[in-house]
Structure formats: C-alpha cells, structure tokens
C-alpha cells in the first residue's frame, strides 16, 4: 500500500485525505529525514530522531546521545 501511494499522485486518485491523515501519523511515530518523499509529499522537517540520527546531527556516538535522552526525557527511537 505505502508503495502504491508513494509512485501515484494521491490527489488526482482522489486519495489525498486519507494519505494527509497516514502521513501525520507515520511523522508522529517514525523518525523521518528532510530529504525524504512520503506518500508522494516532500517532508519538510524531522519530527523525531532514531539514536544514530541525532548522534549524527549534534557530533556523538549514539551511546552517549541514547543516554543524554533519556537523562532529558527526549523522544528518541
């Protein structure tokens, strides 16, 4: 399915409702990059981060990254 609606254009399908709704959840849950097409959209920004993607982004080995999350309360995946 997410196949399907990521090579079609969901609007001219008559889908776009629904994918608007299954996006929003999937960036609520799953940490997904900038660069990255979901459903056929471009995602503007990272909602979440996994522990190798923050660790990336701020300089760290995920270790220490996966520790300093969870000693701030940070939602990491």
């Not at 097409?37 to 701020?58: F, W």
């Amino acid at each position: 399915m997410y196949q399907t609606f990521n090579e079609t254009n969901p609007v001219e399908d008559g889908f776009a409702p629904f994918c608007n709704i299954l996006r929003e959840c999937i960036l609520d849950d799953w940490p997904i990059s900038p660069e990255e097409i979901l459903l056929g959209e471009a995602v503007t920004e990272r909602r979440l981060h996994s522990r190798v993607t923050v660790a990336k982004e701020v300089g760290i080995g995920a270790q220490v990254a996966c520790a300093s999350a969870v000693k701030n309360e940070a939602q990491i995946d």
